[in-house]
């Protein structure tokens, strides 16, 4: 594939990025579909449940290109075995003997366990430190061994319109622990997955993995400070419990070096330029 052919993409589970992502493939000219459990008003999408091989279209079978982007219903084991293993095998499934030559999956930095600070690419180790990790990593070995040529990206934060918060938390003034300002960090604009996923259709070829990461892991009491200074208000005080944190994700730099060597450029490389839209937008 490339970026001068037109391709048949389906997306399967086109929520938050999956949305956008088609968006962006439909301005490029590429004839995109989308599959979601409630496509009424949605143009080119379909209603089908990926828990239900019955609700697949023939849209899908007749891609080119298939995008996974089904996300969890809640935070436990089972839910998320349904959307990142047993969905995605039934659609794996769905393309045996089909025209679809690639399989893209969005996957998660949540995969990795480290805490030290240390950077991290695709050749770290994923240890994960509990379910939702190790779900996302069971998912990421059926569709590598699907006939498909398939990549996995894993994005780390994801953050954007309607997803502003750490800008509602500076608002808010509450304390935020020593630990968790000090924790390493890392994020990515919606529109840059989104963009990362368009890159990762039109490439000629693709690497099994890739991690979709900003260019800038930041401490989080740094982000906080600048946000607060671009909203004109004090910054947070500190205290409280580093367990109340919005940090989850350990501390560690995570590096999409790999994405970047292919010539894929960031229109939101740090924290700065995404959250002065957000901000500059109302946020």
Not at 54 to 59: E, Q, V
């Amino acid at each position: 594939m490339s970026a001068g052919t037109k391709t048949r993409i389906f997306i399967v589970g086109a929520g938050y990025v999956g949305t956008r992502t088609a968006q962006l493939l439909g301005e490029h000219g590429h004839n995109v579909s989308t599959g979601r459990r409630s496509a009424a008003g949605v143009p080119g999408a379909y209603t089908m449940d990926a828990m239900r091989p019955y609700t697949f279209p023939d849209a899908l079978r007749e891609a080119d290109c298939v995008i996974y982007t089904v996300a969890a219903d809640g935070f436990s084991e089972d839910a998320y075995r349904k959307a990142y293993v047993t969905g995605l095998a039934n659609t794996v499934h769905a393309l045996r003997g089909t025209r679809a030559r690639r399989l893209i999956t969005v996957g998660s930095t949540g995969v990795y366990g480290q805490e030290d600070g240390s950077i991290v690419d695709e050749d770290s180790p994923a240890q994960p430190r509990g379910f939702s990790g190790r779900m996302l990593l069971e998912g990421e070995a059926v569709a590598a061994a699907s006939p498909l040529e398939s990549t996995t990206i894993r994005f780390s934060g994801i953050y954007g319109p309607g997803r502003e918060r750490l800008v509602k938390m500076v608002r808010s003034g509450a304390p935020v622990g020593e630990g968790a300002r000090a924790a390493i960090t890392n994020r990515i604009h919606r529109d840059d997955c989104a963009r990362a996923l368009v890159h990762l259709v039109e490439r000629p070829a693709v690497a099994p993995l890739y991690l979709g990461t900003d260019e800038a892991p930041t401490a989080l009491g740094e982000i906080l400070d600048w946000i607060a200074h671009r909203l004109g208000l004090p910054s947070l005080p500190v205290g409280g419990s580093d367990a109340d944190s919005p940090q989850r994700g350990g501390s560690k730099r995570l590096s999409s070096a790999r994405l970047r060597d292919e010539g894929f450029a960031f229109r939101y490389p740090t924290y700065r330029e995404g959250f002065a839209a957000l901000i500059d937008a109302g946020a």
